[in-house]
């Protein structure tokens, strides 16, 4: 239902842009969200965005990463600049019914409806 693309590895300070592309006529309506997964750690949020364009942002990414929606509001992106080995993880793009803002702020992951099946990123020297 959600299928995510470009992940890579990249050397620290460079950038990357992810993609999630939704099929189905709700799509639109969809509020959405970026997750991350480091080895051994638990899944994090990275990024939401609400259907109004309403972004909220987790302290380690805020500044260099950056989500948005297409016209259609069916295909989320993250743009990620500055890239650091610390934002090595696996990422996933997740979407609901409400709003994802208090989730990707939270240690605590829940009320995803549907998730991508997750891209890898690799950031070393």
């Known amino acids: 239902h959600l299928v995510e693309s470009g992940g890579g590895s990249v050397h620290p300070g460079t950038s990357l842009r992810l993609s999630c592309a939704a099929s189905g006529d709700t799509a639109s309506t969809y509020y959405w969200a970026w997750f991350r997964q480091a080895p051994g750690k638990k899944r994090e949020g990275v990024a939401s965005?609400?259907?109004?364009?309403?972004?909220v942002y987790a302290d380690s990414v805020k500044g260099r990463f950056t989500i948005s929606l297409d016209s259609a509001g069916n295909t989320l992106y993250l743009e990620m600049t500055n890239l650091k080995p610390e934002d090595t993880a696996i990422y996933y793009c997740?979407?609901?019914?409400?709003?994802?803002?208090?989730?990707?702020?939270?240690?605590?992951?829940?009320?995803?409806?549907?998730w991508g099946q997750g891209t890898q990123v690799t950031v070393s020297s």
């Open positions: 965005i609400d259907p109004d364009g309403s972004t």
């Open positions: 997740g979407a609901s019914f409400s709003s994802l803002g208090r989730v990707v702020v939270s240690t605590l992951i829940r009320g995803i409806n549907y």
